[in-house]
């Protein structure tokens, strides 16, 4: 097993409310971050992402529990300690948080300035190269695309050499295209630096894009997690089943629900899910050629999971064997859910 670079051990924090009861913003979080991966947190607006992400950097303590980074405790950590921790730890920011009178070099020297260093134009080269931002190294932020912004931000974060990387919705601004380019960026510096990356979001296509983890959190409470594939594959948690909606690459197609019903039908109409190495399997030739059913492929789509190929199907089979196929087919490893039933 992978150690963690961040723990968090029954963590709970609790908001004094004037005159009314304390608002829990987390409840009981029990969660590993492994080291080097990319981990994800994905929950709905006040779910407690941010108040979870800021207790690594010790912006936020608990009100119960402890938090630990690279075993360090950050929760009781102050002064000289509490500075090594940050060190340790880089944030980057929804809305980028540059100095608008400072240009891209100043604004990616500014750590390592208040970190008392004064010969710092190597190093700030060497981020601004590894940002891909050479070229605007002297324009100010209001001359730049959010996506470069985002760069700044990075190359910023990156600036004191930390060994976690805190993203609190880091694309959230951004379209899509930029999205994709700033999410390769925080994927290729995961794997060239080591660097253990915790990201907040609430979009499952950010946490299907980079993260190997992820975690679901819902009401200050987290009510999934683990390997992105596995819960993509089997997610047990109806929160998370709605956030997969539409970001596994296949929905059924209009001609079918519109015909759809949740009773019975001449047709089943089934989901089937691979991951890792049964992607490539030819079940669905199997089923025919060794039971005789007849499988009517109506969608479907492979991707990139976590590193591991995920595919997802949408079948027809034929009713009365519908058992038998998916006994078949669960057997081989493939997960089935049948969605309901057309004539
Ligand atoms: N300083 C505070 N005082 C009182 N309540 C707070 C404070 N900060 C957060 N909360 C409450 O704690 C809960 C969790 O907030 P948090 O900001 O962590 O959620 P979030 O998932 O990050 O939401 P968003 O995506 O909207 O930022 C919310 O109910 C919020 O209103």
Same mark, same amino acid.
């Given at each position: 097993m992978q150690d963690a670079a961040i723990s968090f051990h029954g963590v709970t924090r609790r908001y004094p409310q004037k005159g009314g009861s304390d !608002? !829990? +913003? #987390? $409840?009981?979080i029990n969660l590993s971050v492994p080291q080097g991966a990319v981990t994800g947190i994905i929950g709905r607006s006040g779910a407690g992402k941010s108040t979870l992400l800021r207790m690594v950097n010790g912006l936020e303590r608990p009100s119960a529990g402890t938090v630990t980074v690279n075993g360090r405790d950050v929760g009781t950590a102050s002064g000289a300690d509490l500075r090594g921790i940050r060190r340790e730890v880089g944030m980057i920011f929804q809305h980028f948080n540059l100095l608008a009178s400072r240009t891209v070099a100043e604004n990616i020297a500014l750590p390592l300035e208040i970190a008392g $260093? /004064? %010969?710092t134009a190597a190093r700030v080269a060497e981020l601004i190269e590894r940002v891909g931002l050479t070229a605007q190294a %002297?324009?100010?932020? +209001? &001359? #730049? =695309?959010g996506g470069q912004k985002q760069r700044v931000g990075i190359a910023r974060a990156l600036a004191t050499g930390p060994k976690v990387l805190l993203s609190d &919705? +880091? /694309? =959230? +601004? #951004?379209d899509p295209d930029t999205t994709r380019q700033v999410l390769d960026l925080l994927a290729r510096i995961n794997r060239d630096l080591g660097l253990t990356i915790l990201l907040i979001t609430h979009e499952m296509a950010v946490v299907r894009d980079i993260c190997s983890h992820v975690a679901v959190i819902e009401n200050g409470q987290i009510v999934e997690s683990g390997e992105t594939y596995a819960v993509f594959s089997r997610p047990s948690h109806p929160t998370t089943r709605s956030f997969l909606q539409g970001v596994t690459g296949v929905t059924v197609p209009q001609f079918v629900t519109a015909r759809l019903r949740p009773d019975a039908g001449a047709q089943a109409v089934v989901q089937i899910t691979f991951t890792g190495s049964h992607a490539t399997d030819p079940m669905l030739a199997r089923l025919t050629a060794e039971r005789g059913i007849s499988v009517n492929i109506l969608a479907g789509a492979i991707e990139e999971i976590g590193d591991q190929p995920f595919g997802s199907l949408i079948v027809g089979l034929p009713a009365d064997r519908l058992r038998e196929s998916q006994r078949f087919l669960e057997e081989h490893g493939l997960l089935t859910e049948v969605l309901g039933y057309v004539d």
């Open positions: !608002v !829990v +913003a #987390l $409840q009981d $260093q /004064t %010969n %002297n324009r100010y932020p +209001a &001359e #730049l =695309s &919705e +880091a /694309t =959230s +601004a #951004l």
